[in-house]
């Protein structure tokens, strides 16, 4: 089955917040983490209310208890490392090891993006009791990462990396539901475009920034009837002529 069936044989997720919560809370999220302290109880409450401004088309009912003291020890050390990398080198210390130190610093960063990401799936809850969790290993994570970096200097590559970093995190959801993402990287593309473009004139990001999220939730569908079978390796999609051959030849 193609990822646009599943799509369509599931429910899709979509996002009913407004332009100018979303941001608000964006803002004060930005603060939090200026201030350290409050940042792991400042991503709970924003996640919380993210979560239930998600709705699902077949009436599942989304809800979020994760707690900000669950996650206080990567947050902060996430903070830290972010401001350890960007001190001053002693002028004693070799250039080049200025020059490596976040790449030095990246294995242990993207480790507690993985601690924090896996503490937000695990905090959903479908319909009071469901529960889900992300079962994705460290290094494929790391490697989409980086991959992802790396197509950066394709100036358009990036966003087909990312389409299939999100369909691959999708696909390690396990639990009471299935989730597929259908969305393109071509589609990604000039919504992003068209969101850094606006974001330009300043007054327009607290719409643009809604609209590129409702878009992406949109692509997002669950399916409570089928479990997806983990995997762990890289696949971007294929061209549409050879996607199309595929599905004749199935």
Not at 9 to 28: D, E, H, I, K, W
Not at 143 to 164: D, K, P, R, T
Not at 219 to 246: L, N
Request: include cysteine.
């Amino acid at each position: 089955m193609t990822e646009t069936a599943a799509l369509s044989a599931g429910a899709r997720l979509s996002f009913t917040g407004n332009a100018l919560p979303l941001f608000g809370r964006y803002f004060f999220a930005f603060l939090a983490s200026i201030l350290v302290i409050p940042a792991p109880w400042m991503a709970a409450w924003f996640s919380k209310w993210f979560v239930d401004q998600t709705k699902v088309d077949d009436g599942t009912q989304l809800t979020f208890e994760g707690q900000g003291g669950e996650i206080w020890l990567p947050t902060m050390l996430i903070i830290l490392l972010g401001w350890f990398g960007n001190l001053p080198w002693p002028e004693v210390a070799p250039p080049g090891l200025a020059m490596a130190r976040p790449l030095l610093l990246l294995p242990i960063n993207i480790l507690l993006y993985l601690l924090v990401f896996r503490w937000l799936v695990a905090s959903v809850r479908l319909n009071g009791n469901g529960r889900i969790s992300f079962v994705g290993s460290y290094w494929p994570y790391l490697g989409y990462y980086l991959f992802y970096v790396v197509s950066i200097v394709s100036i358009v590559g990036w966003a087909w990396v990312l389409a299939a970093w999100v369909r691959w995190q999708c696909r390690n959801v396990a639990g009471d539901a299935s989730f597929t993402f259908s969305g393109k990287g071509h589609e990604i593309l000039w919504r992003c475009v068209v969101t850094m473009l606006a974001c330009l004139l300043v007054i327009p990001i607290p719409w643009v920034s809604v609209w590129l999220t409702r878009w992406f939730l949109s692509q997002v569908s669950i399916d409570h009837g089928t479990t997806h079978e983990t995997t762990e390796s890289f696949q971007i999609e294929q061209p549409a002529h050879e996607s199309a051959s595929t599905e004749q030849a199935q």
